[in-house]
């Protein structure tokens, strides 16, 4: 019961540090844990941490996406995952794969000149 108290007297911002820094992956196993982690791990700020600094761009340039408002930033992560987006005119692909806790980007050439 002690343990508890502890992270009751953590500010939020402490505990969305700690979550940002395990990953992905291991953020949504942390949000079971308890209702602190779940708000951290549930939190725009961390999910804004696993997003490539560039994804708004790509998002902004997207041909497939102009109906679709993501709610959360946890949203735009699950659908960068596993999505290919295409964008610039249907000549490029973006698709992004979580491996382990790595986030890569692929950019594949739909028209080589």
């Known amino acids: 019961m002690a343990d508890a108290d502890l ?5 939020e911002e402490i505990i969305e540090e700690v979550v940002s820094l395990i990953g992905p992956m ?3 196993r942390l949000s079971v844990v ?3 982690f779940l ?21 902004d340039r997207a041909d497939s996406l102009p109906n679709i408002k993501f ?3 946890k949203d735009v992560f699950l659908f960068l ?10 000549t490029l692909s973006l ?4 491996t382990g806790d790595a986030l890569s ?9």
């Open 7 to 11: 992270f009751g007297k953590l500010p």
């Open 26 to 28: 291991e953020a949504c």
């Open 34 to 36: 308890c209702k602190r």
């Open 39 to 59: 708000s951290a791990a549930e939190s725009n700020t961390v999910w804004e941490r696993f997003l490539p600094s560039d994804y708004q761009q790509f998002l």
């Open 71 to 73: 709610a959360h930033k």
């Open 81 to 90: 995952i596993g999505n290919h987006v295409i964008f610039d005119g249907n």
């Open 95 to 98: 698709f992004k794969e979580l």
């Open 105 to 113: 980007t692929r950019i594949l050439s739909k028209c080589i000149k």
